[in-house]
């Protein structure tokens, strides 16, 4: 039962998170590579996805 619940609490709370960090790593070595933006942390990709996330909220028509 026990690993049941850690492999639910894994996708829900762990995965998104290490997909996360590893789409920003991914992310900012494009970045790099391209000469478009070298200085690409986790603060830039949590405010594009806050902006994002506001945006769709408020043209869903919540507040």
């Not at 026990?2 to 960090?21: E, G, R, S, T």
């Not at 790099?32 to 909220?57: E, F, P």
């Amino acid at each position: 039962m026990f690993m049941i619940l850690f492999k639910i609490w894994y996708m829900i709370a762990i995965l998104p998170f290490i997909i996360f960090l590893e789409g920003n790593d991914m992310l900012a070595d494009f970045l790099k590579k391209k000469k478009i933006y070298s200085h690409w942390d986790y603060w830039h990709s949590l405010l594009i996805i806050s902006i994002i996330l506001a945006v769709v909220l408020w043209t869903k028509g919540y507040r």
